[in-house]
């Protein structure tokens, strides 16, 4: 017997089994192809297709993002399938990201899954990308505790979010116009250094100087965020530099912008952990692979005497291993899609 949810509010529900629950999850809304296998709420299997065909176009190309989903789609679920040892008749639902993303990825990742729980006759669940992201933090143990306080980082989000219950999460406070992923890749762009960019200034940045350049910070009220200014302070930077200069200073550039970006990040995640009294936090998101990013909470962690949890590496990125676990307590709480097709909006999140 499987018990989940607060008690308190009523949620608790009982799915009696004779074998461990086993959900396949997908994950299709940007340019990778994911899936995975969680069985008895253990990742046994985690397979993720990157799409490299948008590295020469400086970014994701939404349409041919959906048609490389529609060719990878059935071997990534096969290779998931086999690496977790068990036939597809063996699974008991099918979790999926209905959302936020691009439409075309979006699509080819709910008509497969819907059609793959329709054939086997079991349950479909439709999975919000952004809680999937947050959830990857009980991926592994230990596992937060709730409340606690999310700083999710991605290509197209950023947020501090309040997280009280497995599918209840609050916005606190977020960016009013980029996210903090986009402003990775956008400056590694001018500096010619290749897409996705985030990775690479992280690459880059290692044994640079932090300090060695000042770029400014943009101060929003709340707990909002705002990376534009920066954005365009770089590219004025970037402008008045000669290619020699730009190639000699490169560690230095990487370290000192990476910085700025981690500190507005982590002077407004601080303050929300301040105000709210909430002492336990977590990260979320692709930018949570940021290895300095990483290194500076811990810092504020210890500082702060704050309880801590940042997910393994590939679970920061996106993969259908959060994708799994947030359908697998969903299935838990008997909450199942239709077979509709529906996109999700960005909000609510909760
Ligand atoms: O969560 P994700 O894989 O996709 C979205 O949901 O958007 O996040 C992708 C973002 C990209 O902007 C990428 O540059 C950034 O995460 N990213 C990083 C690192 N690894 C991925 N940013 C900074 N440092 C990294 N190591
Ligand atoms: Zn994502």
């Not at 994701?60 to 959906?66: D, K, M, S, T």
């Not at 006759?121 to 999310?150: E, R, S």
């Not at 008045?240 to 990487?254: G, M, W, Y």
């Not at 709210?276 to 500076?296: E, P």
Request: glycine fraction near 8%.
């Amino acid at each position: 017997m499987l018990q989940l949810g607060d008690a308190s509010k009523n949620q608790v529900i009982s799915v009696q089994m004779n074998h461990p629950l086993t959900i396949l999850g997908i994950e299709s809304s940007c340019d990778e192809t994911a899936a995975a296998v969680i069985r008895g709420g253990k990742i046994v299997s985690n397979v993720v297709m990157s799409q490299l065909m948008h590295q020469k176009y400086g970014g994701v190309v939404p349409e041919l993002a959906a048609r490389a989903h529609e060719t990878n789609m059935i071997p990534v679920v096969t290779a998931a399938l086999e690496a977790a040892a068990i036939q597809k008749c063996a699974l008991d639902g099918v979790g999926f990201t209905q959302g936020p993303g691009l439409l075309g990825p979006l699509l080819v990742g709910s008509c497969f899954a819907k059609s793959f729980a329709f054939s086997l006759g079991i349950p479909l669940i439709a999975v919000h990308h952004i809680q999937a992201h947050v959830l990857a933090n009980f991926i592994d143990d230990p596992k937060p505790t709730f409340p606690f306080l999310c700083l999710t980082v991605s290509g197209g989000h950023t947020q501090i979010i309040l997280v009280q219950d497995y599918f209840s999460m609050e916005v606190l406070g977020e960016t009013q116009d980029d996210a903090v992923g986009e402003a990775f890749d956008k400056i590694a762009s001018l500096m010619g250094l290749g897409y996705p960019g985030g990775p690479l200034i992280d690459h880059y940045a290692q044994g640079g100087n932090p300090q060695a350049f000042a770029f400014p910070a943009t101060h929003m009220p709340g707990f909002d965020f705002s990376f534009s200014g920066i954005k365009t302070a770089f590219a004025l930077f970037m402008r008045k530099q000669t290619p020699e200069f730009l190639l000699a200073h490169r560690a230095d550039i990487c370290a000192s912008i990476q910085a700025i970006l981690v500190r507005m990040l982590l002077d407004k995640f601080t303050k929300a952990a301040q105000k709210s009294g909430i002492a336990t936090v977590a990260l979320a998101g692709g930018v949570a692979a940021n290895s300095y990013l990483r290194q500076q909470l811990k810092t504020l962690a210890q500082q702060h005497h704050w309880h801590i949890f940042i997910p393994a590496m590939p679970y920061c990125t996106d993969n259908a291993a959060m994708v799994a676990i947030a359908a697998y307590y969903k299935y838990q709480l008997n909450e199942f899609a239709d077979l509709s097709i529906k996109s999700l909006p960005r909000y609510p999140i909760g």
